[in-house]
């Protein structure tokens, strides 16, 4: 009798239905992947095994499988929001368990961890407190966004660094030695150019370092003069050496750092004074006007955490109000050998199994792994056409079985009313 094979082609046509309808409830669930039910045939085992003219004995399931293919990207108005394209998964920490999501929709907690709906940690590479982050290798932890000021830095950094300054100048060969022979930084008829530029202590209070340049009757070669902070009446200039040219304008100083010693430094809060150098490589002597084409410097004041986003590689930078960035820490990605081998656990979540093998963990853009695009979450990859078109075969399969045991009752009905 066909009963067996009917019913369990109803079961099955029942199981894709199901199937399907979750496929179809998901198809706006950020990050979801939709399922395939795959069937298998049965047969019945004699106990002279099997013969040539056995007949099934109707169909099972045989699994639920994901399809781990890529969801359209589109931009979302959440800062917090990154999506991935290519490989891999978000790895979540729930109370110390890992699992593993394409859904990229985050937000902040109290306490400035980086969190999904349900509360789970993202993880990844933290940075230390100089904002180092470990390039392989490194521990995973939940990501942190710490808020505290960016620390300062002095000009310098209380070391000589090279090009800690530097400055990239074009004198006029033309210009004559000042009539007035005896330098006074308060009287411009002693010098011939003057530049400024703001240095910073230990402690992030700003200076205006002022640097004068005096023609001299040696042809090619200028004396450099500094004061810091020059609006003080009390701050006093001092001769920080000599430029010299060759007859094709370049400059000819071995080294080029001129080191600044002996400026008063009027000190703010017990900050170190910062450590002045400027290096003039590159500084030239030509028949035009003076100007200034670079002149820089490594310190900064402290800065407040104004924004933070993130990179394709995973880098969450943070841009402070001192102009500076800063890293704050970095997106880690898992990817497996068998992605089908994952057990969906609900909320966006996969756990691995042995099936699956290990979480292969890495920074994005590496290996298998996908890039990340901040700013924007990744769409479930349903294909809502298309499982409208199921849903048709899968009733039409349904009716096809359930008649087939209609039929089966009716040759049953015409035996049993034979006489």
């Known amino acids: 009798m066909s009963f067996q094979q009917g019913l369990s082609g109803l079961n099955a046509a029942s199981k894709n239905l199901e199937v399907i309808g979750n496929n179809v409830a998901n198809s706006s669930t950020v990050g979801f992947k939709q399922s395939q039910a795959q069937f298998a045939d049965v047969f019945a085992n004699s106990l002279s095994g099997a013969g040539a003219s056995q007949i099934g004995i109707g169909t099972k399931l ?3 499988a994901q399809q ?29 368990a890992k699992f593993y999501s394409r859904n990229g929709q985050f937000q902040l907690n109290k306490d400035g961890y980086i969190i999904n709906a349900d509360g789970a940690h993202l993880t990844g590479y933290p940075a230390d407190a100089s904002g180092n982050i470990p390039t392989s290798g490194g521990a995973l932890g939940s990501l942190q966004i710490n808020t505290a000021d960016l620390a300062p830095r002095a000009t310098g950094g209380g070391l000589t660094p ?65 004061v810091l902070d020059p609006e003080l009446t009390s701050s006093t200039s001092v001769l920080v050496g000599s430029l010299t040219f060759d007859s094709n304008g370049k400059l000819t100083n071995v080294p080029t750092t001129l080191a600044i010693t002996g400026l008063t430094y009027p ?15 590159g500084t030239t002597q030509y028949g035009s006007k003076f100007s200034v084409n670079k002149f820089t410097q490594d310190g900064f004041a402290s800065g407040r955490l104004s924004s933070f986003t993130t990179g394709a590689d995973g880098t969450i930078t943070g841009t402070y109000t001192n102009g500076n960035n800063a890293a704050l820490g970095k997106v880690a990605l898992a990817n497996f050998t068998n992605p089908n081998g994952l ?15 290990a979480a292969l963990v890495g920074s994005p853009n590496t290996a ?31 009716q096809a079985n359930a008649q087939t045991i209609k039929t089966q009752d009716q040759v049953m009905q015409t035996l049993v009313n034979l006489r």
Request: glycine fraction near 8%; proline fraction near 4%; charge should be negative.
């Open 68 to 96: 781990f293919t890529q969801g359209n990207v589109t931009a979302s108005n959440n800062p917090m929001d990154i999506a991935i394209k290519g490989g891999g998964f978000f790895i979540m920490d729930v109370n110390g």
């Open 368 to 398: 298998s792994l996908g890039v990340l695009r901040s700013l924007a979450v990744e769409e479930s990859n349903v294909d809502l056409t298309a499982e409208l078109v199921n849903m048709i075969t899968a009733q039409r399969i349904y």
């Open 343 to 357: 057990q969906s656990i609900g909320n966006n979540l996969w756990s691995a199994t042995a099936a699956s093998g």
């Open 162 to 226: 090279p090009k800690a300054m530097a400055a990239l100048l074009a004198l006029n060969s033309g210009s004559l030695p000042p009539s007035t022979t005896t330098f006074g930084r308060l009287d411009p008829t002693s010098y011939n150019e003057s530049t400024q530029i703001p240095v910073f202590d230990s402690l992030g209070n700003s200076h205006m370092l002022q640097t004068f340049y005096v023609k001299t009757a040696t042809a090619g070669a200028w004396n450099v003069h500094a």
């Open 267 to 281: 000190a703010a809060g017990g900050a170190t004074a910062p450590n002045l150098a400027i290096d003039f490589a």
């Open 62 to 64: 045989n699994t639920v």
